[in-house]
């Protein structure tokens, strides 16, 4: 059976052995680093199948080595292992292509539990299976592998939170796509501080739709949002 292989990249070596030989005994497969240039470069080599990140490194932090990991792949699994929780560092990780955050100090039963959570979480919603990536919203064109969403030739670079928020409401467009189906994917949890980071990216996902009249994205009063166009 083959193993799942992780790519850990933390700085301080005591805690990286401690967490590398705890994943190795529970049978994953780790690949570990002590900064994010030597994380990157192991990324393209390794082509893990999740990444535990921690942020303050040397050489490449954090958020800078998750979004040239997304620049590869948008879709292996991202966490970052940190000791900041202000919520604007957590928003920040968020739109660098982070899936979910744990706070140090940590335990290595939280830590195994996050990572199957994300590892077993499938690339795709049961009711939202499909493969395509450009969408006409309205007066807009989005593409969601480039993360464009160009309005009358003038393109905005979005996110990567920001792309994949908005994909799953084009794939629902006119529908109401439930809060809890988005948070369990995206960020992997519905608890409330992940669901306020979500009305950040909603609002400003508004802001951006907003040269066109005829696209709304409406409140479904306990339930959802539903994009309209």
């Known amino acids: 059976m083959n193993k799942n292989k992780i790519l850990f990249v933390e700085d301080e070596q005591s805690l990286g052995m401690i967490v590398k030989e705890s994943l190795e005994i529970r049978g994953f497969e780790v690949h570990y680093c002590q900064d994010g240039k030597a994380g990157l470069r192991a990324f393209k080599e390794f082509h893990p199948d999740i990444c535990l990140l921690d942020i303050m490194m040397p050489i490449k932090d954090g958020y800078t080595l998750a979004r040239d990991i997304r620049k590869i792949d948008q879709h292996v699994p991202i966490i ?79 996110t990567h939170r920001e792309a994949e928020i ?30 306020r980071s979500m009305d950040v990216f909603i609002t400003k996902l508004r802001k951006y739709l907003k040269n066109d009249p005829n696209v709304e994205i409406l409140n479904v009063r306990g339930i959802g949002y539903k994009l309209i166009f």
């Open 166 to 195: 908005l994909r799953l409401l084009c794939l629902s467009k006119n529908k109401v796509l439930e809060r809890k189906q988005v948070l369990d994917k995206l960020w992997g949890d519905d608890n409330f501080f992940n669901a």
């Open 80 to 158: 970052f292992l940190t000791a900041r929780s202000q919520s604007s560092d957590v928003v920040k990780g968020f739109e660098m292509g982070a899936n979910d955050f744990i706070k140090k100090p940590f335990s290595m039963e939280e830590l195994i539990v996050r990572v199957k959570a994300r590892l077993n979480d499938t690339s795709g919603m049961s009711d939202l299976d499909s493969d395509q990536m450009s969408f006409t919203v309205g007066s807009y064109t989005f593409e969601h592998t480039r993360q464009t969403l160009e309005f009358h030739g003038e393109v905005r670079k979005l």
